[in-house]
């Protein structure tokens, strides 16, 4: 390990995880709370638009795909919210695009698609300190954000109407919410890389649900694992020389399938504690 930090672009690539490993299971979060798992996947297609646009364009790819895919994160909302699609149809259309749209660019650009391949998958070696520093700011941001606002953000993603009754504005936040899911999409782009982000949105949050009971505990247990996740897959593609977004999702997943049947022999426990308990109560 130590060995590693001997490279300046390991040091930078670990630095850029630990950002990834933690806002991506933040927003995820309210993401499965919101019953919206697959967004991730929808906004990381548009942000691939953003990042041909900026090779055409000769901008630095992480803005241009800030800000399409924040652009496309609110249409989306819009189209969910005040339109006759329905959620999986306008996902649908982000979907395809998303990718028609980052493909011709990269063409017109005189690139071919293996250019866009860094950023479909993560690659460690590119990550420079303009990058970093942009990753990082964003990184805080969305944290500062997604924690400081998390009673209000949890309200809307836990019942919109009783939150609409009680005065918080429902529209506002759930735009907020997709924008934050856009912008943790860039931020991670460079190490998951944009096909793969949405997995360590969900993958953490699902396997903290497992052994977890309430909003907080989950949040904060998936932002730990989405960081070991992160982390240890970085170190584990420098090792075996692969690449670091499908490394990440597989020791994501490879925590997930430990802890599956560990989540349900505490459920089962709680439920016979449970039913102690009512029995007790009964016989009182």
Not at 57 to 72: E, F, H, R, Y
Not at 80 to 98: K, P
Not at 155 to 165: M, N, P
Request: aromatic content about 8%; proline content about 3%; hydrophobic content about 60%.
């Amino acid at each position: 390990m130590m060995e590693i930090l001997n490279y300046p672009f390991m040091r930078l690539a670990l630095i850029a995880a630990v950002f990834t490993g933690l806002t991506a299971p933040a927003i995820g979060t309210y993401l499965v709370q919101r019953r919206l798992a697959l967004l991730g996947d929808g906004i990381g297609h548009v942000a691939l638009t953003g990042v041909a646009l900026g090779i055409l364009t000769g901008i630095t790819p992480l803005v241009t795909a800030v800000v399409v895919a924040a652009l496309g994160a609110i249409v989306i909302e819009l189209l969910r919210t005040y339109g006759r699609t329905s959620g999986d149809v306008a996902l649908a259309m982000l979907f395809y695009g998303g990718i028609a749209g980052g493909v011709l660019l990269i063409n017109l650009a005189g690139g071919s698609a293996n250019t866009l391949n860094m950023y479909l998958f993560g690659s460690i070696a590119t990550v420079s300190v303009f990058d970093l520093w942009v990753v990082g700011i964003l990184g805080v941001i969305v944290l500062a954000l997604a924690i400081g606002l998390a009673p209000q953000l949890f309200a809307v993603c836990q019942d919109e109407e009783h939150a609409k009754v009680s005065g918080v504005p429902v529209r506002f936040y759930g735009i907020l919410i997709a924008v934050l899911a856009a912008v943790t999409i860039t931020v991670a782009m460079r190490t998951v890389g944009l096909l793969l982000v949405s997995a360590l949105m969900v993958v953490p949050v699902a396997t903290a649900q497992q052994l977890t009971r309430s909003f907080r505990t989950t949040f904060a247990a998936a932002m730990l694992l989405g960081l070991f996740a992160a982390v240890a897959g970085v170190v584990a593609s420098y090792e075996i020389d692969t690449q670091p977004g499908p490394t990440i999702v597989i020791i994501a997943l490879a925590a997930f399938a430990l802890t599956a049947p560990l989540g349900g022999l505490v459920r089962s426990y709680r439920q016979r504690h449970r039913a102690r308990s009512e029995a007790m109560l009964g016989e009182m």
